[in-house]
């Protein structure tokens, strides 16, 4: 039985946001809405134009005989910095203060709509690249490094401090903390990545960037590549940052403890987004 073109708009775009980056081929859209090829191109135009208006991504089309259509995610600019903007606006809230001059990151973490669009963010700058899996560090940065992922359609490696017996065997490094000056180590399991996979590191904040190098010369140990480093936060760094090239959602300019008070700025997302 032939589906009506409005149920069908819905079900082909709830696939495709489903499936991101994902070769579909059009005979599959024929077969599962009993179609003719012209009606589903139509469909696609239909698509295409609306999540390129609402800044939703790239729907985009391969001709040929290995051709398809394939969900690339996105967000526009103007979209990008209004999210940006009310983080910064979050993130610089006085009662985020911890002891020590932290900052309480969980509840924006745990927020869906605010992770969803998180990894919307990160994911938008290596969708057109090949990327294997997502890594990140235990356990602020597992629930954005999992967005990422979903948005791209990989899986997620979680790199721990501590080693888990339902691990299995670990590849270990020793890297020095940038903020603290002290030796730690991290560890991955074997099994959690392929060798010679393309990687995208991720985190929650940075100050040094001891941990991220850390992740970094990790991936050397699986002979693996590095396509990019995205981090939520990173904070004003009195010394030299240990990894220099890497994508900042937001920059905790300056943080007062006595006054608690927390000055916020965008982070260079926007910049390399335009570039």
Known sequence: MKIRRSDRLIDMTSYLLDHPRELISLPFFVKRYDSAKSSISEDLAIIKRTFAARGLGVIQTLPGAAG?????????????????????????????????????????????????????????????????????????????????????????????RDAKITEGATVSVNYVSASSSRIEKMELSKRSLAEGAHVVIVDDFMKGGGTIHGMHDLLKEFSASLVGITVFAEASFDGQRVESDYTSLLNVVAVDTQNSEIKVELGNYLDKLSD
């Open 68 to 160: 398809g259509v394939q969900y690339l995610p996105g967000v526009n600019e103007e979209i990008a910095g209004d999210f940006l903007k009310l983080m910064a606006l979050k993130l610089a809230e006085k009662e985020r203060l911890l002891p020590g001059g932290y900052l309480y990151l969980s509840d924006l973490l745990g927020n869906p709509l605010y992770l969803k669009m998180i990894g919307r963010l990160i994911a938008a700058q290596y969708v057109d690249q090949q990327v294997d899996a997502v890594m990140t560090v235990a356990t602020k940065g597992i629930p954005i490094a999992q967005s990422v992922a979903t948005c791209l359609g990989v899986p997620f490696v979680i790199v721990r």
